[in-house]
């Protein structure tokens, strides 16, 4: 019993793992405009 809780703890974590990564060129990619908008307001 306990062995599959940590094969469904270890799934979790990977999905986790696996959606920040995915996620991650998004979340640059608005920091990098935003970071952009507020760049050409200061000039």
């Known amino acids: ?3 599959c809780w940590l094969k469904i703890l270890k ?3 990977f999905a986790a793992a696996a959606a920040i990564v ?3 060129p ?3 990619f608005e ?3 935003s970071e952009f908008v507020i760049d050409s ?3």
């Open 26 to 28: 998004d979340f640059l």
């Open 11 to 13: 799934c979790v974590r």
């Open 1 to 3: 019993m306990v062995n």
């Open 22 to 24: 995915l996620s991650l």
């Open 31 to 33: 920091v990098y405009q």
């Open 41 to 43: 307001l200061v000039r």
